[in-house]
């Protein structure tokens, strides 16, 4: 009986001091329960809500394209005698590429300018012969039949001969060489000419910013090679069927005759578009919006305290948004340090 009497004390002492030990432990943690001092002010930023002009800056990415390029490609076959170029060289409009063995073609040439005056010849004789009756209008019918075929060959060949002759059909930079004298050539092509003195910028455009663009209208353009330089260029074409994705082709036109700002075909190029949205429309710093966008709010600053207000949005850039509903000019909101801030909260606006 005795040794139950000791050991029910010893279990009532165990528990008393778990309790015990269990209030202190409480009364710690409380003690170090972090309590906002509700007069204390929060610190923010704030921005006034404005009635000004709302731009927006679209931006789209684009590789440059050469203006003009074209494959020469001879239309004689024969051997070269000749080139008259090297890649890179830059050429004029008529400039001689390359010469193609045209010998044989000048000789059939003579011969068929021999018939030709022939012909010719001998159809004057006979319209005068048959001026007296002793002449046919089928015999007559039949040289002029032989003049023009006569003609026709003779031009013909002089053709041939011309293409013999391959040159620069505009001015520009001859980029490929594929030929050698001694090479014979046929329907491969034997050299490229491109022209590099304006450039292409294609970009493809969403559906809805499309509008946006006009043929003949100035366009920033910015570029890696020339950070923080400005070029300019125009709209030259907007397309107007758009792909599966619902975008929409625009290609710009760029000078490239600056020594200052050089560019070639195959770098990059972001052509900038500054527009107007909205003029004289109310708007607030991006920063000032909290909440979501089906329920934006912002803290409101009045009498030295934070009221937290629902508002209407509209449009928006990257610094500033429109205030449709909620808001009025002048109105201060918090603009920044609203983690420490709840509705009715005072603070002290830090610039």
Do not use: C
């Not at 528990?15 to 170090?32: D, G, H, I, Y």
């Not at 050469?66 to 050429?91: I, S």
């Not at 022939?118 to 046919?136: D, H, M, P, T």
């Amino acid at each position: 009986m005795k040794t139950k009497i000791i050991i029910a004390s010893l279990i009532a002492v165990l528990f008393v001091s778990v309790a015990f030990k269990l209030k202190n432990n409480k009364r710690a943690v409380e003690e170090n329960v972090y309590r906002p001092d509700a007069d204390k002010k929060v610190l923010v930023q704030a921005d006034t809500a404005l009635v000004k002009s709302l731009h927006k800056t679209f931006t789209y990415t684009g590789t440059f394209a050469a203006y003009r390029e074209v494959m020469l490609v001879p239309q004689v076959h024969g051997e070269v005698e000749a080139v008259y170029f090297d890649e890179g060289d830059h050429v004029v409009t008529g400039s001689r590429l390359v010469q193609i063995d045209d010998d044989l073609l000048q000789a059939q040439y003579s011969s068929a300018t021999a018939t030709y005056e022939n012909a010719k010849r001998n159809l004057e004789r006979y319209e005068g012969a048959s001026q007296s009756g002793g002449v046919s209008n089928l015999q007559l019918d039949n040289l002029r039949l032989t003049l023009i075929n006569a003609q026709a060959q003779v031009k013909q060949l002089a053709k041939q001969i011309e293409w013999s002759n391959i040159v620069a059909p505009f001015t520009g930079t001859m980029t490929l060489r594929d030929v050698e004298p001694g090479s014979v050539v046929g329907s491969g092509a034997v050299a490229r000419i491109t022209d590099l003195s304006q450039l292409k910028l294609e970009i493809s455009v969403p559906e809805k910013e499309i509008f946006l663009f006009h043929e003949g209208d100035s366009i920033a353009i910015e570029t890696d090679l020339y950070p923080g330089k400005t070029l300019w260029g125009k709209t030259d074409q907007v397309a107007d069927r758009g792909d599966n994705a619902h975008n929409y082709s625009v290609r710009i036109l760029l000078k490239n005759t600056d020594p200052a700002s050089l560019l070639k075909a195959g770098m990059y190029g972001t052509a900038l578009l500054n527009k107007g949205m909205k003029d004289e429309t109310l708007v607030i710093a991006r920063t000032s919006l909290l909440g979501s966008a089906k329920d934006p709010q912002v803290f409101v600053i009045r009498e030295g305290k934070a009221s937290l207000r629902s508002i209407r949005t509209g449009h928006a850039n990257d610094t500033s948004i429109e205030i449709v509903e909620g808001l009025q000019a002048g109105d201060i909101v918090v603009a920044s340090g609203h983690i420490n801030l709840s509705n009715g909260s005072p603070v002290e606006i830090v610039k």
